[in-house]
Nanobody
Framework: QLQASGGGLVQAGDSLRLSCAAS????????MGWFRQGPGKEREFVAG????????YYSDSVKGRSTISRDNAKDSANLQMNDVKPEDTAVYYC???????????????????WGQGTQVTVSS
């Protein structure tokens, strides 16, 4: 089970930290991903972090202003977003890939578990 939190209403240029708490299985073996779905848009990959070596992968839309991290001792994964933009407005979902894949996949179909989503709204 995954629980996303940390969303809210922020202004453009602000920073935001999203958290995902996991329970039920060995978190250290999940590759964790963050996805988002904006109004009228399809769900898209934002960032991911590998269970294997902690390597990270970002979409071009957030690269350079976002950092994904994980704390295996706390069964949590976080997404720090800086300099947020109105186009970052979306429902953000955390997801877990249980396949023991080496590396991060941006394909949502490869993620086995999903959180309920947290709304992020960025005002200009």
């Amino acid at each position: 089970q995954l629980q996303a939190s940390g969303g809210g209403l922020v202004q453009a240029g602000d920073s935001l930290r999203l958290s995902c708490a996991a329970s039920g299985r060995t978190f250290s073996r999940y590759t964790m991903g963050w996805f988002r779905q904006g109004p009228g848009k399809e769900r898209e990959f934002v960032a991911g972090i590998s269970w294997y070596d902690g390597s990270t992968y970002y979409s071009d839309s957030v690269k350079g202003r976002s950092t994904i991290s994980r704390d295996n001792a706390k069964d949590s994964a976080n997404l720090q977003m800086n300099d947020v933009k109105p186009e970052d407005t979306a429902v953000y979902y955390c997801a877990a890939d249980w396949s023991l894949r080496i590396g991060v996949t941006p394909n949502a179909d490869n993620y086995d578990y999903w959180g309920q989503g947290t709304q992020v709204t960025v005002s200009s």
